[in-house]
Each structure stands twice: as structure tokens, then as C-alpha cells.
């Protein structure tokens, strides 16, 4: 995604992602993330305890339910931003 | 589909329709300034050249480069911004019908805008002072040619040279308002945008506060 993003929208956009069980590779394929930035947000979401890790076949992440905890506010946060006006209008 | 993502939905919507349109306004202007720009560099060059009047050329050539490289710049600098919106945009419709759009899909188009907006914030910035700056010359420029013009209705042109001199002052009055248009929409859509910048920056704390601290 072309644009500037603050760190808690991509532990956002990578925790919506993982809500199905989601190779490393499809996280920053998806999230635009080069492979060092990726593996730091992932290790800080594990450590904050909003991924779970599985290691079959491939590793994979997914969102448990601290991590949806965090998108329903993250959600309400940002919808509240669109929510008040004034808009923009042409 | 609540009442308040129905809102919401309706806003984006509205919000995307209208930053689409003004970067698109604002394309068509910097192309007309640049073609403008060269044109009157160039009618004063040939009979400048014709007259044996040296001393004009290079000051007729400066204005055609600067108008010139002013609008190249104006029009890089738009095409980036209308390639994210157009992005968005499309990002947007492919959600599908509104009913089946989810408050997920909502706030990803949010970040997307609020990404956008803080990457282009600089080049908004500016194009807002040049939209600025081109209103004030063209409406100059309309002010001298209103002049000029009723000069020759008081020797008594009339017909077709007329009707020219009116379109003229027209189009060059019309330019000006475009300008001046363009300046005011970036201007609100900087506006509203920084205070959600803000706003989303206190919000950091929450979301912070949630993850237990960083």
C-alpha cells in the first residue's frame, strides 16, 4: 500500500490478515513489509500475545483473541475519526 | 449495516468522489497554465524576432521555461496524487454493495486514506500555494486585460474583435476562479485531515495503553 502508515495500523492490517492461518511470506506480501520489518512486527505481536504460532507443515500465525480484542478497538477508534464532521466536500 | 457505518460508508464515498474530482480540476489547470504560459512566451518571440527587438527574446524564453517548468512540476506532482486516490478509489468499489461492506473493509479504506494523506501532505502543501499564486496572476492579468480592452471598445472595436476581447476576459476570469477553487478544496481537505491526524494520535495512546504499553 502506497502511503505512510503508523505502527499500529500495520499491527492492524497484519492481525486482520491473520484471522486465517497465514504463512510469513503472505503476511508481507499482503501487508507490503520487507522481510526485516516483517519478522520485528510479528515478534512483537507474539510477545504481546495476540498471535498464536502453529508449526505443521509451515509456520504459521494466526489471531487469537487478544488480537481481535485489539482490532474491535482499533476499528471503533478509527471509524470514530470519519464518524464527527466536518467532512470534505467538493 | 448500522446507522453509523451507513454514515460513514456515505462519507468516504463522498469524501474519495470529491478529492478525485479537485486533483483532477487541478490536472486540467496546471496543463492549460503550461500551454498558456508557452504561448504567450512564444507569440512575443517571433515578432519580437521579425521587429529586430533582441532585447525581448530571452526575457520571452525565461517566461516560457519557468511557466513551462512550473507546470511540468504542478502536473508530476498532481498525476502522484491522483494515482493514490485512484487507488483508493478502486479499492473502495470492490468492496461491492454498500449492505455488504463491513466495519473491517471501512476502516482499511480509512487507513489507506489517512496513509495517503500523511505521505502527500508536503506536495498538497505546496500545490495549495500554487493554486494560490495562479488565481492572483490570472485575476492580475484579467484586471490589465479588462483594461486593455475597454481602451479598444472606447476607439470603438467592434464585431468579431468584440466578441474575442469578451471570450478572452471570460476564459481569463474563469481560469482564476478555477485556481482560486482548487486552493480552497486542498485547503479544507488539509484542514479536516490534520485534525483527524491529531486526533488519531491521541487515539495512539489508547491503542497503546491496550497493548500494555511498548
Redesign the interface.
Known amino acids: 500500500m502506497k502511503g505512510r502508515r503508523t505502527q499500529y495500523e500495520i499491527y492492524w492490517e497484519i492481525l486482520v490478515f491473520c484471522r486465517e492461518p497465514r504463512t510469513f511470506t503472505s503476511i508481507i506480501n499482503r501487508c507490503d513489509l520487507n522481510s526485516k520489518k516483517g519478522q520485528e512486527y510479528l515478534a512483537f505481536l507474539n510477545k504481546k500475545q495476540y498471535l498464536d504460532i502453529k508449526e505443521e507443515k509451515n509456520k504459521t500465525y494466526t489471531t487469537n483473541q487478544s488480537g481481535r480484542d485489539y482490532i474491535s478497538i482499533f476499528n471503533k477508534l478509527y471509524l470514530n475519526l470519519f464518524d464527527e464532521r466536518p467532512g470534505f466536500k467538493l | 449495516m448500522t446507522n ?2 451507513n ?2 460508508y456515505n ?2 464515498e ?2 474519495i ?3 478525485f ?2 486533483t483532477v480540476i487541478n490536472l486540467v489547470m496546471a496543463a492549460l497554465l503550461m500551454a498558456i504560459g508557452v504561448n504567450i512566451a512564444t507569440s512575443q518571440i517571433i515578432p519580437a524576432f521579425e521587429d529586430g527587438n533582441w532585447i525581448i527574446i530571452p526575457f520571452a524564453v525565461m517566461v516560457a521555461l519557468v511557466a513551462g517548468g512550473i507546470a511540468i512540476w504542478w502536473i508530476i506532482s498532481t498525476v502522484g496524487v491522483l ?2 486516490v485512484s ?1 483508493i478509489q478502486d479499492q473502495f468499489e470492490s468492496l461491492g454493495k454498500k449492505d455488504s461492506v463491513t ?2 473493509d ?3 479504506t ?3 486514506l ?3 494523506y ?2 502527500k501532505k508536503p506536495k498538497i502543501k505546496q500545490m495549495m500555494k500554487v493554486s494560490y499564486f495562479g488565481s492572483i496572476l490570472f485575476f492580475v492579468g484579467g484586471i490589465l486585460q479588462a483594461l486593455a480592452f475597454f481602451v479598444q471598445y472606447l476607439d470603438g472595436i467592434e464585431g468579431l474583435g468584440l466578441i474575442t476581447g469578451i471570450v478572452g476576459l471570460v476564459v481569463i476570469f474563469c481560469m482564476s476562479a478555477a485556481f482560486f477553487l482548487v486552493h480552497r ?1 486542498y485547503e ?2 488539509s484542514r ?2 490534520d485534525k ?1 491526524i491529531l ?2 494520535k491521541e ?2 495512546k ?3 495503553e ?3 504499553g511498548l
Do not use: F
Open positions: 453509523k457505518t454514515k460513514i462519507r468516504i463522498s469524501e468522489r470529491a478529492l474530482g479537485v494515482e493514490s487507488d466495519e473491517i471501512l476502516t482499511q480509512i487507513v489507506r489517512m496513509a495517503t500523511r505521505l478544496k479544507s481537505y479536516v485531515y483527524r486526533k488519531n487515539s495512539e489508547a491503542l497503546k491496550s497493548m500494555g
